[in-house]
């Protein structure tokens, strides 16, 4: 695990052996783990987005638009 991405809203995490990220949404205290195709699809997300806008407004804003209705809240046990 490897730690690609922190802002103060977000954290990527990568887990290269999975091919697979997991999502951190620090304000919400909720995470959404993607792998295989939405995975995939992340990455080229934040890679199409032009070098001038890419800064953390833009990728939070594309990780708010990922985690919409599907990431769990995080709980301990």
Not at 35 to 53: F, H, T, Y
Not at 58 to 71: E, N, P, R
Request: charged letters at 25%.
């Amino acid at each position: 695990m490897n730690l690609v991405y922190n802002s103060e809203h977000y954290a990527i995490l990568v887990y290269p052996v999975q091919e697979s990220f997991e999502l951190v949404d620090k304000l919400g205290g909720r995470s959404l783990f993607v792998q295989g195709s939405v995975a995939a699809g992340l990455r080229d997300a934040i890679n199409n987005i032009p070098d001038k806008e890419r800064d953390m407004d833009s990728i939070d804003s594309l990780l708010d638009d990922y985690c919409a209705g599907a990431a769990k809240p995080i709980v301990f046990h």
